[in-house]
C-alpha cells in the first residue's frame, strides 16, 4: 500500500527566513508520481510540482525549490526567503504511474505560517 | 486554465437528508474524484470515475454515493446525512493517461451536518 508522511504538522518563521517541508513516502511501485499542492485560506488545492520515479533531478522555480531522493524515499519542498503569501497548507502526494483513474495518496499536510 | 466548478461552498443540512454535491470540469477530463478532508487526517478519497456511468469505490465510500451522468459532471450523493460526514469535501478532475495524470481541483464545499 502506498503511503505518505509529512511529520510537520505545523511550521511557523519569520519572513524572508527560508523554510524546508519534509515528505517521505512509500510504495512497491517502480514508477511512480510524486506531487506537492499548495492549499491556501480559500481553501483550492493549487498544483506546484510533478515528479516522476525517473527524475531525480531537482528543480527550481523562483524562489520555490524541490529536493527528490529516490534512495531515502523523500521528495523535500524548500521556499526560499519566505513571504507572508506563502502561508498555506501543503500537502505532499503520491500516485502510480498506470494513468489510471486512481486517486493520490495525500499526506496530512504541513500547515506553513510565515510571520511579518 | 483547467475550471473545476463545485456549486456550494457552504451547505448546512440536517441528519437524515440526502445531500447532493455538485461538480463540473471545463476541460473534457476522463477522469473525476471526490475527496473529502478532516483536520488531522488530510484527504482521503471517496469515490472516482473514469467515464461516464462508470464509478469506483476508493478508500473510504461507506455512506456515500455518486452519479456521473455528463461527462463534465460528477455528483456526490449522501443518502442520508448524519453528522460524522461534516468535513470540506472536495472534487478534482484529471485527462487520462501517465503523462497527464495531474489533478486539479474545486474550491471545495465546506458540509455540516447538524
Known amino acids: 500500500a502506498q503511503k505518505v508522511t509529512q511529520a510537520q504538522t505545523e511550521i511557523s518563521v519569520v519572513e524572508k527566513e527560508d523554510v524546508t517541508l519534509d515528505c517521505v513516502y512509500e510504495?512497491?511501485?517502480?514508477?511512480?508520481?510524486l506531487f506537492w499542492y499548495k492549499q491556501p485560506p480559500s481553501g483550492e488545492l493549487v498544483f506546484l510540482i510533478r515528479r516522476n520515479s525517473f527524475d531525480e533531478q531537482n528543480e527550481i522555480s523562483g524562489r520555490y525549490s524541490w529536493n527528490f531522493q529516490k534512495s531515502t524515499s523523500s521528495f523535500n519542498f524548500t521556499i526560499t526567503a519566505s513571504q507572508v503569501v506563502d502561508s498555506a497548507v501543503y500537502f505532499c502526494a503520491l500516485s502510480e504511474a498506470g494513468g489510471g483513474a486512481d486517486g493520490l495518496t495525500f499526506g496530512k499536510g504541513t500547515h506553513l505560517i510565515i510571520q511579518p | 486554465d483547467v475550471k473545476v466548478t463545485q456549486s456550494s461552498r457552504y451547505l448546512v443540512k440536517r441528519t437524515g437528508e440526502k445531500v447532493f454535491l455538485e461538480c463540473v470540469q471545463d476541460m473534457d477530463h476522463e477522469n473525476m474524484f471526490w475527496y473529502r478532508q478532516d483536520p488531522g487526517l488530510g484527504l482521503r478519497l471517496i469515490y472516482f470515475s473514469y467515464d461516464v456511468k462508470m464509478k469506483e469505490k476508493g478508500d473510504i465510500p461507506e455512506g456515500y454515493s455518486v452519479s456521473r451522468e455528463k461527462k463534465e459532471r460528477f455528483s456526490l450523493i449522501l443518502e442520508s446525512a448524519s453528522t460524522n460526514q461534516t468535513s470540506m469535501y472536495l472534487c478534482?478532475?484529471?485527462?487520462?493517461?501517465?503523462?497527464?495524470?495531474?489533478?486539479?481541483f474545486g474550491a471545495g464545499t465546506r458540509l455540516s451536518v447538524l
Open positions: 510504495t512497491r511501485d517502480t514508477t511512480y508520481y
Open positions: 478534482a478532475s484529471r485527462a487520462q493517461g501517465p503523462a497527464k495524470n495531474i489533478q486539479y
